[in-house]
């Protein structure tokens, strides 16, 4: 019997053996994807001190290894379980073919294939999975053809790359990471004989859901590998009672998804295949900091879900914030909202809102640096009614208190509107719009209500602008993007843009005001001890928008809240109290971070014009939320 099916088996394999040979000379394909290998891979982006914040890709999660980083104990397992003789053999294995064909025939069924690594690598990438002789003949005769234009170590690296290792891993260096958060160099003969054992059957063998099975196949690697002496008895016993621990966290979350999505967004221009093409892209972002933003936005949104959510609809509500370095322009935290998850809409670089109060810093800034006021100025906190084509204005301040001759300094304090209304008037509308537009604000309407922060921005726009106050006169571009390098190796680095706008000597004193908002004005929740806070709160009309745009001597921090639909806020929800204690809570942690940083603001140059002293006594005692200003 044993006879009779050898013979048969011998005289099959001939046929088919003539078969390809007729085949082969006569067969046509293009074999490009395959010897010009170019797969979707992963994009990884990381924070400023390279840790990796997220995996980026549209539909596989492949991080690229070449032959030199697989190390041999993985190559070995792959070969011992899958093709013995893969250095042997041209792509096609006749001795495979013929013990295949033998048990096939015991059997009475299909019990064994004969596909060398070759043909699986064929299979995969250029031909379906149809169990088919016309199928079976392609993937022999290409895989015959690859062997003549390639390398049996770029079949490898080719193979190791492309196959499916389960739980949304694509190759070997994605599925080491994801399973055992390990580089390929790392991994014991158990790991590799864990990886090895997967493409089989990635779903049975997942050792997340199935670790029981995932070790069993993997000892019968270890095991093959001793039958053929490849190991020793030591490694072989070690290597069967070795645990390994698997991670079951997908190794594509995202630690700042926000951030990561506005640096897609800024890349996709010049790199249009940025979520597939295996880039590597490292953020200014520093992901401690990050985190402490997110926390801290977060529990402000809670805290007041908590206290109005069971009497209003607040679907709608949600917050944002950016952090930056401002003499640099690195952009160090960036929060678009509450959870990207749940609204990936991005709030710092997509939403435009009215600035309210916190736009009023730059009109004191005009006024500075004509020459014709000073902290100490008096400006008129009086009443007063408009009329723009038959309509009358009638600006109020939000406490509905007026001090008649008020100073500079006090004004913005207490965040005065009509006071400040009065400063543009003298200044005159057409000097203030064209400084603002110099500052850069574009599309500056020359109407009165500017003063009052009636111009719509968005933070990530408006942060850049702040600069020109922290940074002493000299506007930063915003940088979240430090590099770019990609798949060849090629680096692109990307800097800040430094552009002076106004004389350091003009903007401490704004600088300084700024600080007594902080201090003993609208703004003192936002207070943090050890270190100098300036800052303004904002708040625009029916309390649509919550903002508060602050400094330390070493970072900007511009937080917002208010409802995507534009509706107003509940309870009177001001700058000054919802929006800068997230302020404060976030600069502590940033000091945790960084002991180092500069805490105290310089004075710059000869400011004998100026008495930065000079402080009016009245309303010492305000809080910020009596004294909040509200573009009415």
Not at 51 to 68: G, H, M, P, Q, W
Not at 190 to 195: P, Q, S
Not at 583 to 594: E, G
Request: glycine share 6%; hydrophobic share 40%; with cysteine.
């Amino acid at each position: 019997m044993m006879r009779y099916v050898t013979a048969t088996a011998v005289l099959i394999t001939t046929l088919l053996t003539f078969l390809l040979i007729y085949f082969y000379r006569s067969f046509s394909y293009d074999l490009d994807k395959l010897i010009n290998y170019n797969p979707p891979l992963t994009t990884q982006v990381f924070d400023t001190n390279g840790k990796l914040i997220a995996n980026v890709f549209d539909t596989e999660n492949r991080v690229y290894a070449s032959y030199e980083e697989m190390p041999n104990i993985l190559i070995e397992a792959l070969i011992a379980t899958e093709d013995t003789a893969f250095f042997e053999h041209k792509g096609i294995s006749f001795e495979a073919i013929l013990r295949a064909i033998v048990k096939d025939i015991i059997a009475g069924k299909a019990v064994e294939g004969a596909s060398t690594l070759t043909q699986q690598l064929v299979k995969t990438t250029l031909l379906s999975s149809e169990k088919t002789i016309t199928r079976k003949i392609k993937e022999a005769l290409i895989a015959s053809k690859i062997e003549e234009k390639l390398t049996k170590q770029q079949i490898l690296e080719r193979y190791l790359n492309q196959i499916y290792f389960g739980h949304g891993y694509y190759g070997v260096k994605t599925a080491a990471w994801g399973y055992f958060r390990k580089n390929l160099n790392e991994l014991t003969l158990k790991e590799a004989a864990i990886l090895v054992g997967l493409p089989k059957a990635p779903s049975t063998y997942d050792p997340v859901k199935n670790f029981e099975g995932a070790n069993q196949r993997a000892n019968t690697v270890i095991n093959r590998m001793r039958y053929l002496g490849w190991i020793d008895d030591d490694t072989h016993q070690k290597g069967i009672a070795e645990h390994p621990k698997v991670y079951n966290e997908p190794i594509n979350y995202n630690k700042a998804p926000y951030a990561v999505d506005a640096a897609m967004r800024m890349l996709a221009a010049q790199y249009p295949d940025i979520k597939n093409g295996g880039y590597r892209v490292d953020l200014t972002i520093d992901l401690p900091l990050q985190e402490a933003a997110d926390a801290a936005l977060k529990a402000q949104y809670d805290e007041v879900v908590k206290s109005y959510g069971a009497k209003t609809n607040m679907a709608n509500f949600n917050g944002a914030l950016i952090s930056v370095e401002q003499a640099t322009g690195d952009v160090l935290a960036l929060s678009g909202g509450v959870d990207f998850y749940k609204s990936p809409f991005n709030r710092v670089i997509q939403a435009k809102r009215q600035a309210g109060s916190s736009f009023k810093p730059f009109i004191y800034l005009v006024g500075i640096e004509s020459g014709s006021f000073t902290p100490d100025s008096m400006l008129s906190d009086t009443p007063k009614s408009y009329t723009f084509g038959g309509r009358t204005w009638n600006p109020q301040n939000y406490d509905l208190k007026y001090d008649g001759p008020i100073t500079m300094r006090e004004a913005l304090v207490h965040s005065k509107n009509l006071a400040t209304i009065d400063l543009v008037e003298r200044l005159g509308m057409d000097r203030v719009k064209k400084e603002l537009i110099r500052f850069g604000f574009k599309d500056v309407q020359g109407d009165l209500s500017v003063a009052l922060g009636s111009y719509t921005i968005s933070p990530f726009e408006f942060s850049e602008i702040y600069t020109i106050l922290s940074n002493y006169g000299t506007k930063v571009s915003q940088r979240l993007v430090k590099s770019v390098k990609t798949r060849n190796g090629q680096t692109v680095m990307f800097e800040s843009k430094k552009e002076p706008i106004a004389d350091p000597s003009k903007v401490f004193p704004v600088i300084d005001m700024m600080r007594d908002v902080v201090t003993r004005g609208t703004g003192t929740r936002a207070a943090t001890p050890g270190t100098e806070v300036a800052g303004k709160t904002g708040t625009t009309n029916d309390y649509r928008d919550a903002w508060f745009c602050g400094f330390t001597p070493s970072v900007q921090t511009l937080v917002w809240f208010g409802n995507d639909d534009n509706k107003p806020l509940p309870g009177k929800m001001t700058g000054g109290v919802i929006s800068a204690p997230v302020f404060a809570k976030y600069n502590a942690a940033l000091l945790q971070y960084r002991p180092n940083v500069k805490r105290e603001f310089f004075i710059p140059g000869a400011l004998s014009d100026f008495d930065l002293n000079a402080t009016d006594t009245q309303d010492e005692n305000a809080t910020g939320a009596q004294n909040e200003n509200v573009t009415q």
